[in-house]
């Protein structure tokens, strides 16, 4: 039998601090090193199609696969499916809309790493592209530290006016005014470059996950101390790679700096930057956790093998 997670479903099922710790576990488990398998290609007009398997942690006997669909025009953008199977059996426990599961992981994934990177007393938060990956991460975030000020730009001044008060009208403008600042964009060309950050402070690029997508330019890249989740995937599809940069320009992963292996920051003045692609490990953790809490309850199951 299979539990059906719809996005609505899965929004009311996550609870925001849990994640997060298990994200965290994730992160420093031995999994967290092993390479992805991400799979990507284009389709014929303009989307994409992705598949990221298998995604695997200690102590869960279950793996998911992830299949996405990417088109920039639709709402949501991304559309697709996470199944999650019984690593024994490879029985389908469950179906779970990707669009969500993404979100919800990819925003709390970068909370975390966001809050370790940062200054320790950075309290004003910036954020240019106000979707729902902005959204999900800013939830995040709200659960790691206090934020004096919040500030935000899209190029539908509607949906940053959604987040905040404060509505600024390009990334530049929020780099001046925030001590963090988070870019969830669909960007083709850099939005920041080594001039428009100052010494301190911390920015964290989730637009860039696949070929061509790129929020900071390779000087900035250059000038600062670049996190990753896995160098493989940033320097052939994220942050690194399309700005035309390799390995070297990356200090480490952020499971290396979440054990203490890695120093987060050289000093009071280093610039450090968050460049996560996403990886199937994350996937899981979310999927299965809510998957144990779906199983305690009154929700759709069907049998696919009827």
Not at 36 to 63: N, Q, S, V, W
Not at 100 to 112: D, E, F, M
Not at 208 to 221: M, Q, R, V, Y
Not at 263 to 275: E, F, L, P
Request: net charge negative; proline share 5%; charged share 20%.
């Amino acid at each position: 039998m299979t539990v059906v997670l719809t996005r609505s479903q899965i929004d009311g099922l996550v609870e925001v601090r849990q994640i997060l710790e298990i994200l965290r576990e994730g992160f420093l488990a031995p999994a967290a090193r092993q390479p992805p398998m991400r799979i990507r290609t284009d389709l014929p007009g303009p989307g994409t199609a992705t598949c990221l398997m298998p995604g695997l942690l200690p102590g869960i006997d279950a793996y998911t696969v992830k299949v996405n669909a990417k088109f920039p025009g639709a709402t949501p953008a991304l559309r697709g499916v996470v199944c999650l199977h019984d690593l024994r059996s490879g029985e389908l426990l469950a179906l779970a809309d990707s669009s969500a599961i993404t979100a919800w992981r990819t925003g709390l994934s970068a909370a975390l790493g966001t809050h370790a990177l940062a200054a320790p007393g950075a309290d004003s938060l910036g954020i240019v592209g106000a979707g729902a990956q902005a959204a999900k991460t800013l939830a995040g975030l709200r659960h790691l530290r206090e934020w004096r000020r919040l500030v935000a730009c899209d190029l539908d001044p509607a949906r940053a006016a959604a987040l905040t008060s404060h509505v600024v009208g390009d990334a530049r403008e929020v780099s001046a005014e925030a001590d963090v600042v988070i870019l969830a964009t669909w960007s083709r060309q850099p939005l920041l470059d080594a001039a428009d950050v100052r010494p301190g402070q911390h920015l964290t690029t989730l637009g860039a996950d696949e070929p061509g997508k790129i929020e900071l330019s390779a000087d900035l890249l250059r000038a600062a101390r670049v996190i990753v989740d896995d160098l493989d995937l940033a320097t052939t599809a994220g942050a690194l790679a399309n700005a035309g940069l390799d390995g070297n320009a990356a200090a480490g992963t952020m499971s290396e700096a979440l054990r203490g292996t890695l120093a987060a920051r050289q000093s009071g003045d280093t610039v450090t930057v968050y460049a996560p692609v996403g990886l199937p490990w994350q996937d899981l953790a979310l999927t299965w956790a809510l998957y144990t809490r779906a199983a305690r309850s009154s929700l759709t199951v069907i049998d696919l093998l009827a």
